[in-house]
């Protein structure tokens, strides 16, 4: 028992020793009792009326009071400093955190759980023309309401950055990239990516125009090469393998040209998106017979397509993505083997997997595969006659169909690549 609880009994019964002696001197000592009894029961009363008034004027300092009851106004007196020093401390760090937000160049906007507009920055006012007198509390998707960005806030998928058009002024360009914190709150970055995007779009110009210059000199150049290879046999014999390299390369330049041709184009239509209902699973049938055709019939190619499952998108761009996806198989398989594609869908989305038992990819390589000109083997990719494009290709268009590329793979074992599509690119055939 704690020293000062003890002490407050050992007052009571000294108090009630008194009151039954005086009480005894009259002939009712338990009447004397009671009535020390009741003095003590008053003075607690007394004090915890005094508390209960200081609890309702939390500025003031606490009564003043001996014992026990001392003891509990000076605990809470501490306790009550100690709160505010904590409230001060906290509020201090919040109007820091709140000044340096206000002072960053990119616009911060805290959206709560039911996706309303909570509180943000200078710059996300001057960015998406906000205002803090009227726009507080209002939903997001009400003031951002153009639908690519509507598509991106719902989709809940923010591992890359949306790039769109200002809504305040429409030849800025805006990047957004919302993160998820707390219970489904969100954080929304909002940069003017303008000059970015401008350099970028000199950049893919640039490209552009120098592969659609060399188009023509190609083109020349393979048809002279095709008409010295009809008539092969009357050059001289060291000349013959000059003229095989020569027209082997040319058509690997060609090839190269058109791919960043297809890229360009791909990046030029980053803001287009197609809704064209597609069949998938017809789609892989030809895709089937073009890789027969190609590899020589050499490979056993198996297709597990659901026939009712149709996504939405550009059938040209998607033929393309999945033709790369599935030539590399073969390209990267040895012949004989099996290849197999599947289409199918389950409660996150839709997937077109296209799945070899090929030589396989160092876990190393697969971040970079996407990457334009990456190859896992120069020397053995060159023989295939590859560009290094080809899945640079197939990620801006699955880009365009908001999905994404994920790829696995064991070396000796093979490899699976998988095109994600969220389910609001997919229909079911009725609809359709
Ligand atoms: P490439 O034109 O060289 O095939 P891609 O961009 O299509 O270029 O592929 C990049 C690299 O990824 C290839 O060079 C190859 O090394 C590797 N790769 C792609 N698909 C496969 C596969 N199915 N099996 C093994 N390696 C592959």
Redesign the pocket.
Known sequence: MKPLLRKEILRLVVWMLLGSLLGYLVDRPILGAAAALLIVLGQHLWQLQRLVSWLQQPNKVPPEAARLWGEVFDGIYHYQRRQKADQQHLAGLLSRIQDSSQALRDGVVMIDHKGDLEWWNHAAERLLGLSSSTDRGQPLTYLLRHPQFVDYYDRQDYLEPLVLPSPVEEEHLLEYQITLFGKNERLLLVRDCTKMQHLERMRQDFIANVSHELRTPLTVLSGYLETFSDHAEQLPAQWQRGLVLMTQQSARMEHLVA?LLTLSRLEANDFKVETTPINVAELLAAIRLDALALSGQQYQLLIDADPQLYLRGSANELRSAFS??V???V???PQGSTIELRWYQDENGAYLE?D?N????DGK?LAH??Q???????S???Q???????????KHILRHHQGRLE?S?VVGQ??R?TCCFPLSQTLLDSAA
Not at 358 to 361: T, V
Not at 384 to 394: C, D, P, R, S, Y
């Open positions: 791919d790369n996806l030539f590399n198989a390209k990267y398989t296209v070899d090929g030589q396989g990819i390589h595969l996407t334009r000109f990456y190859r896992v083997d120069n053995r990719s060159s295939t006659g590859g560009t290094g494009l080809g899945l640079a290709i197939v790829i793979s093979g490899s690549f």
